[in-house]
């Protein structure tokens, strides 16, 4: 799922309803608006089961799933407008400190490890970096992605000039390829790349995190509200709790969670959402015993390296932008 294209095409705020069979509400429920990066997809599962099985019902709270407004859900959260929503570490980058900082905090993280990398037909000597020398990549012109592409092409031994860099208008990573409009293409592997296993199409691919361990960031992450983190921390923790219940069923039911999913958003392609569900359960937590976990190294390691790099126009100190107080043990 490629998330940097949200920023061309979403449009108003719509609410996602769920169905599903819940045990009694409480008395008093506690209403949260969650709101997410892009449309319904298998990063979200475990919120939808979360919601359809009554895991939210069961912690007194009433959740709302919208879709991001077309300045994304970073906005969105840190206008107070919605609780909680998914973001991610890199994106976050520029709102973390300085003047532009956003009142908002990583809490979650959705999947453990970054599952991203550049995609390019099979055969055309793009399985490692230096292969982009020549190349048609599909850029989204932002200046951590460009970065971070000529990162790992000079650890290759490769030359970041010689790459052609085309203004991505990329819907949809098959048919791109397919046409030779553009020759790589930065994908998430758990819903792109299990597409294209799907479709037969012959790809060479190489990780990010693979290549150069800073790049191990966290992508997506759950975000929240620090006006409400401070005002209501017990019921950012019920939320938590909740989530990680529908995370963890994912994980051990993923066949049964890719049907909840595809419930909720009927238009999408069930034989896609249990394939990317069945690579994606691997993934939630990965080796780390505690869902959501976000490792001090690994935040810190990735915004050091923006720092070192000039990629930020404020400095970001050790520890800023993410906090594990609100995670269920």
Not at 110 to 124: A, D, F, Y
């Amino acid at each position: 799922m490629n998330k940097k294209v949200l920023a061309a095409g979403l449009a108003a705020v719509m609410t996602v309803s769920m169905t599903g069979a819940v045990p009694v509400m409480a008395e008093e429920t506690e209403k949260i608006t969650f709101v997410l990066d892009w449309t319904p997809n298998t990063n979200h599962t475990g919120l939808y089961a979360a919601q359809s099985l009554g895991y939210f019902e069961e912690q007194g709270l009433e959740v709302e799933i919208v879709q991001p407004p077309e300045d994304g859900a970073d906005a969105l959260v840190a206008s107070g407008k919605a609780q909680f929503g998914v973001s991610f570490q890199d994106t976050m980058a520029p709102g973390v400190e300085g003047d532009n900082a956003l009142p908002t905090t990583a809490v979650a993280a959705l999947i453990q490890h970054n599952t991203s990398g550049i995609v390019s037909r099979k055969g055309e000597g793009m399985d490692t970096p230096k292969g982009l020398e020549g190349k048609k990549y599909a850029t989204w012109d932002s200046p951590v992605e460009k970065a971070m592409i000529q990162n790992v092409m000079e650890e290759d031994g490769g030359d970041y000039g010689k790459v052609e860099m085309i203004p991505s208008t990329v819907t949809d990573e098959v048919s791109a390829l397919q046409s030779e409009s553009v020759d790589a293409i930065w994908i998430f592997y758990g819903w792109a790349g299990v597409k294209m296993e799907l479709e037969n199409l012959d790809v060479d691919y190489f990780a990010f995190k693979d290549i150069n361990p800073v790049f191990d960031y966290y992508t997506p992450v759950v975000i929240a509200n620090n006006t409400f983190l401070e005002e209501e921390p017990e019921t950012a923790k019920k939320f938590l709790t909740a989530l990680k219940e529908g995370y963890e069923y994912a994980i051990e039911n993923p066949e049964a969670a890719a049907e909840i999913l595809c419930e909720a958003s009927p238009e999408l392609d069930p034989e896609l959402v249990k394939a990317s569900q069945e690579y994606l359960s691997k993934e939630y937590k990965a080796e780390e015993e505690r869902w959501g976990y976000i490792a001090p190294e690994r935040w810190n390691g990735f915004y050091q390296w923006l720092n070192e790099n000039g990629l930020v126009e404020t400095e970001i100190p050790e520890n800023t932008g993410f906090s594990n107080d609100y995670l269920p043990e």
